[in-house]
């Protein structure tokens, strides 16, 4: 049997350029014999190491990549009304404070039966450990014991949301990427300033700051620097996504499903998601909510275009990628 770091080779759009650019290059052309001799030496002792012990588990784990702020557990919910399973007046943006729905909801397309298991789709954690890693406050060994830990807890087909991608996690079990929202830069700083609003009421610091700065009540920068850089990391952690790993089997843009509402867009989405009621008249329900949704983000973040030039200009925003 392959060696799924040599099944990636075969399923990534450009395996060589992502193992570089993620500082594993040793990866590039690999063969069955060159990872077998990485995993057994000894000296030095090395990340690989973590194969050892990986269990060969007949699991799948089909995932979705949507960034912070940009609709992820809305998009649950709509699914949860095609199905039939919430009723529109339930998933009302208007009815919902800072219109967050995190917590309950969550995209679902396969209807998995251990979707609501509690905590077991919990990726917040890896997802940081990822961005420390891109800033080389972590490494591949702590990252990918985290992995090995995280594995244990499946025993069947499950399906994930990730806000940011889980870097290297198909190397060590089968997976499949079901849906990617896609946006450009400015959008993504968008959504991300947009999930600290929302956040920012129930008192974290850095959702603080970032409000306070959006609403004029502050002119530096210089506070929500490391929400910045943050956000920075998870756009270049994205578009290696986008560019070299596993093809979504559904992409759709963000303007055109949340901002558009476009009948194409919306229409996808629901075929895609099993058990969905994918009528015009149920497409011109999601449509409307979807309306209500973006408009009551756009009450939320309705001084943004005053402050948004020195976000997006007084940073120096990764283009490696992008």
Wanted: proline share 3%.
């Amino acid at each position: 049997m392959k060696h799924r770091i040599i099944e990636c080779q075969e399923q990534f759009q450009d395996f060589d350029k992502f193992v570089c650019a993620i500082g594993l290059s040793k990866l590039m052309s690999s063969t069955e014999s060159s990872l077998r001799n990485e995993i057994n030496d000894r000296y030095p002792v090395n990340a690989f190491k973590h194969f050892k012990v990986n269990q060969d588990k007949d699991i799948k784990l089909l995932y979705s990549i949507v960034p912070y702020g940009a609709g992820g557990s809305f998009l649950g919910v709509l699914q949860d009304v095609a199905r039939g399973k919430l009723s529109v007046n339930e998933a009302d943006p208007e009815k919902r404070k800072t219109n967050l729905w995190d917590g309950k909801f969550g995209l679902n397309f396969k209807e998995t039966p251990t979707f609501d298991i509690k905590r077991i789709n919990e990726t917040a954690n890896l997802e940081s450990l990822v961005i420390k890693l891109m800033n080389r406050e972590a490494t591949w060994s702590g990252l990918w014991n985290k992995y090995i830990q995280f594995l244990s807890r499946f025993t069947s087909t499950h399906e994930l949301q990730y806000h940011v991608n889980l870097l290297t996690l198909p190397f060590f079990v089968e997976t499949e990427c079901l849906f990617l929202l896609d946006m450009d830069l400015e959008t993504f700083v968008w959504t991300q300033i947009l999930s600290h609003l929302k956040h920012a009421p129930k008192g974290p610091a850095g959702s603080v700051d970032v409000a306070s700065y959006v609403a004029g009540h502050r002119k530096s920068i210089h506070p929500i620097l490391q929400q910045i850089e943050r956000c920075n990391n998870e756009w270049d952690i994205f578009c290696l996504f986008k560019n070299f790993e596993l093809k979504p089997k559904l992409t759709i843009n963000y303007t055109d499903l949340i901002v558009k509402q476009e009948y194409d867009a919306v229409k996808q989405y629901l075929e895609a998601t099993k058990g969905a009621d994918t009528s015009d008249e149920m497409i011109a329900t999601i449509q409307g909510l979807l309306k209500k949704y973006h408009n009551e983000n756009l009450k939320i973040m309705n001084n943004w275009d005053n402050v948004k030039h020195n976000v997006l200009k007084s940073y120096q925003w990764s283009r490696t990628y992008g």
